[in-house]
């Protein structure tokens, strides 16, 4: 039983680990992750696709050109096509993520291309890289957009320069141009933005960005006025040539002072000034504020026109902005308002140091006779202005006011009108005298005078006076003949009367010294008369006493009673 037999030994096979995918597929999995990485980095880079429309697509190419800002790329262009009206050009641009808070509806986009802009030559570095478009973006808050359309020329600020925009009112625009520099005391302080016309296109408003901090020193009361181009003029000292600088004279340009105490707060954004032909305009209307004034001439104001002058004493305070008829039915007449406007502190400048309000001392001087007159500067223009004189001696009148607007009595008297005025009077009465009246009464007064000298009585007078110019001459003759022994005696008798003169002095001289003030028989004299004049009067007092007692004689003189 011990020889069991034993089961055989079943061999075990080996079991060995085998790998699922092979070596060769590693390759094209990483490729797969880096492709799928790229894809994904590039779509988280991505920002919005915009559309903007050009007038024209000159310089750019899609695929190629680019969007930047400050040089930064912002996105690539991608097509461009031709509006369905043909009137642009749209370019269709993929942008940046970085690009999408920057696109509002305050950016600004342009194809940057080499050109002369503002007087700058800008753009030079697309000559080697290529036009590409150009964005600026703003720190202000906007609503997202993604449709726009591109400007023409580059903005003339970037979004960032810091500074304040007024508005300028001009008549006239000038030689003054997008990107014209604006100067303060000769540093260039800032640049005109744009322009826009006014109501009923009566002016144009100039927008001037002036940069911090020159801003700061733009007051209510400041002057702007126009430095284009070239001022000469002759002074007693020569030939004075001025302009503000080369760059304005090609472009043209605006400056502005204030005056060094200013009166008012620092202009706010927008403040409106009116702008000046020119700096000595600006000075001589002076800083301040301004009044509206009115006069109503009841003649003719022939030759004065809207911003005509206004003086005071020959110097300029205002111009003239409006003047037109008007009829008024209570008097039944027709008067021309003269509307103009007054620099106040040229005019009642001793108000600002007295308090008083403006107009109470234009109605001051105003009682004291102050009176507008029309005046022609220049008899050969013909071209008037408005004078404010002191007329003493016109009718007291009083200033009237029409809610802003100071109205001024009116004076037709002032200047060459009345000379011309005169002038008309003096024809007046010289076409008043009557001319034939006088030839006639000239020419009768004629004939008697000929009458008189070709008359037989003239002619007997002149032969009579022929005859006495004979005898005349006939005794002269004999006088000369006569006289001649008497005039060889004339130096003996000279000589005699000499004598004789001084003979008296002599016997003047005695009887002085005999009988004159300091000699011993005047002085007795003296002595003399008031002893005469004594008994003179002892003399009337005994007559006297007679006439009233004559038995005094006899009985004497008794001192009883009053004699």
Same mark, same amino acid.
């Given at each position: 039983?011990?020889?069991?037999?034993?089961?055989?030994?079943?061999?075990?096979?080996?079991?060995?680990?085998?790998?699922?995918?092979?070596?060769?597929?590693?390759?094209?999995? /990483?490729?797969?992750?880096? %492709?799928?990485?790229?894809?994904?980095?590039?779509f988280s880079k991505r920002g919005p696709t915009i559309t903007i429309a050009f007038?024209? %697509?000159?310089?750019?190419?899609?695929?190629?050109?680019?969007?930047?800002?400050?040089?930064?790329?912002?996105?690539?262009?991608?097509?461009?096509a031709v509006a369905p009206d043909l009137s642009r050009v749209l370019v269709t641009?993929?942008?940046?993520?970085?690009?999408?808070?920057?696109?509002?509806?305050?950016?600004?986009?342009?194809?940057? *291309?080499?050109?002369?802009?503002? $007087?700058?030559?800008?753009?030079?570095?697309?000559?080697?890289?290529?036009?590409?478009?150009?964005?600026?973006?703003?720190?202000?808050?906007?609503?997202? !957009?993604?449709?726009?359309?591109?400007?023409?020329?580059?903005?003339?600020?970037?979004?960032?320069?810091?500074?304040?925009?007024?508005?300028?009112?001009?008549?006239? /625009?000038?030689?003054?141009?997008?990107?014209?520099?604006?100067?303060? &005391? +000769?540093?260039? %302080?800032?640049?005109?933005?744009?322009?826009?016309? =006014?109501?009923?296109?009566?002016?144009?408003?100039?927008?001037?960005?002036?940069?911090?901090?020159?801003?700061?020193?733009?007051?209510?009361?400041?002057?702007?006025?126009?430095?284009?181009?070239?001022?000469? *003029?002759?002074?007693?000292?020569?030939?004075?040539?001025?302009?503000?600088?080369?760059?304005?004279?090609?472009?043209? =340009? #605006?400056?502005?002072?204030?005056?060094?105490?200013?009166?008012?707060?620092?202009?706010?954004?927008?403040? &409106?000034?009116?702008?000046?032909?020119?700096?000595?305009?600006?000075?001589?209307?002076?800083?301040?504020?301004?009044?509206?004034?009115?006069?109503?001439?009841?003649?003719?104001?022939?030759?004065?026109?809207? $911003?005509?002058?206004?003086?005071?004493? $020959?110097?300029?305070?205002?111009?003239?902005?409006?003047?037109?008829?008007?009829?008024?039915?209570? *008097?039944?007449?027709?008067?021309?308002?003269?509307?103009?406007?007054?620099?106040?502190? &040229?005019?009642?400048?001793?108000?600002?140091?007295?308090?008083?309000?403006? $107009?109470?001392?234009?109605?001051?001087?105003?009682? &004291? =006779?102050?009176?507008?007159?029309?005046?022609?500067?220049?008899?050969?223009?013909?071209?008037?202005?408005?004078?404010?004189?002191?007329?003493?001696?016109?009718?007291?009148?009083?200033? =009237?006011?029409?809610?802003?607007?100071?109205?001024?009595?009116?004076?037709?008297?002032?200047?060459?009108?009345?000379?011309?005025?005169?002038?008309?009077?003096?024809?007046?009465?010289?076409?008043? #005298? +009557?001319?034939?009246?006088?030839?006639?009464?000239?020419?009768?007064?004629? !004939?008697?005078?000929?009458?008189?000298?070709?008359?037989?009585?003239? *002619?007997?007078?002149?032969?009579?006076?022929?005859?006495?110019?004979?005898?005349?001459?006939?005794?002269?003759?004999?006088?000369?003949?006569?006289?001649?022994?008497?005039?060889?005696?004339?130096?003996? #008798?000279?000589?005699?009367?000499?004598?004789?003169?001084?003979?008296?002095?002599?016997?003047?001289?005695?009887?002085?010294?005999?009988?004159?003030?300091?000699?011993?028989?005047?002085?007795?004299?003296?002595?003399?008369?008031?002893?005469?004049?004594?008994?003179?009067?002892?003399?009337? %007092?005994?007559?006297?006493?007679?006439?009233?007692?004559?038995?005094?004689?006899?009985?004497?003189?008794?001192?009883?009673?009053?004699?």
């Open positions: 039983m011990t020889d069991q037999i034993q089961p055989a030994k079943v061999p075990t096979a080996g079991v060995h680990s085998r790998r699922r995918i092979p070596l060769v597929w590693i390759v094209p999995i /990483l490729t797969g992750l880096i %492709a799928a990485w790229l894809a994904w980095d590039t007038e024209t %697509a000159a310089g750019l190419t899609a695929g190629q050109s680019q969007l930047k800002y400050r040089n930064v790329v912002m996105g690539t262009v991608k097509t461009i641009v993929e942008t940046v993520r970085e690009a999408e808070e920057l696109l509002t509806d305050k950016t600004i986009f342009w194809v940057v *291309k080499p050109q002369l802009f503002a $007087g700058n030559v800008t753009g030079l570095d697309t000559l080697l890289s290529g036009s590409y478009i150009g964005m600026r973006p703003t720190t202000e808050k906007g609503k997202p !957009q993604r449709s726009f359309v591109g400007n023409h020329d580059p903005p003339v600020l970037q979004a960032s320069a810091k500074g304040t925009t007024f508005k300028l009112a001009t008549k006239r /625009l000038g030689s003054i141009s997008l990107g014209s520099p604006i100067f303060f &005391r +000769d540093l260039e %302080a800032g640049t005109v933005l744009g322009w826009d016309v =006014g109501d009923l296109a009566s002016d144009v408003v100039i927008h001037a960005f002036v940069r911090d901090p020159y801003d700061k020193y733009v007051h209510e009361d400041s002057s702007f006025w126009n430095a284009s181009g070239l001022q000469v *003029k002759l002074t007693a000292s020569g030939l004075d040539v001025q302009f503000e600088s080369l760059r304005a004279l090609l472009l043209g =340009g #605006i400056a502005f002072d204030t005056p060094t105490h200013p009166k008012s707060p620092v202009a706010a954004s927008h403040y &409106r000034f009116p702008l000046y032909a020119s700096m000595e305009v600006a000075k001589s209307a002076g800083f301040g504020r301004q009044l509206q004034m009115v006069s109503n001439f009841e003649g003719s104001v022939a030759g004065l026109a809207v $911003g005509a002058d206004v003086t005071l004493y $020959g110097l300029k305070i205002g111009e003239v902005t409006d003047v037109r008829l008007v009829y008024e039915p209570k *008097k039944d007449r027709i008067v021309a308002p003269v509307h103009y406007r007054v620099e106040a502190d &040229r005019v009642i400048g001793i108000s600002a140091t007295q308090g008083m309000p403006p $107009g109470v001392l234009a109605e001051e001087m105003v009682k &004291r =006779g102050l009176r507008a007159t029309l005046q022609a500067p220049s008899l050969i223009t013909g071209q008037k202005i408005v004078a404010l004189e002191m007329m003493p001696d016109a009718p007291p009148a009083d200033l =009237g006011r029409d809610g802003d607007v100071y109205i001024v009595p009116a004076y037709e008297v002032g200047g060459f009108d009345s000379i011309t005025r005169s002038a008309n009077e003096l024809l007046s009465k010289i076409n008043r #005298i +009557d001319f034939d009246r006088i030839g006639r009464s000239i020419s009768g007064a004629a !004939q008697g005078l000929d009458d008189t000298i070709n008359g037989p009585q003239l *002619k007997k007078t002149l032969a009579a006076l022929e005859a006495a110019m004979i005898d005349v001459q006939d005794i002269a003759r004999k006088l000369d003949k006569d006289a001649s022994p008497a005039l060889k005696r004339l130096p003996e #008798i000279a000589a005699q009367f000499q004598d004789a003169i001084t003979k008296a002095n002599r016997l003047i001289g005695s009887v002085d010294q005999g009988y004159g003030g300091s000699s011993k028989f005047h002085r007795d004299l003296d002595r003399l008369i008031p002893q005469l004049t004594d008994t003179a009067r002892s003399i009337r %007092a005994l007559a006297d006493l007679l006439s009233r007692h004559p038995e005094a004689l006899i009985k004497g003189r008794t001192n009883t009673g009053k004699e």
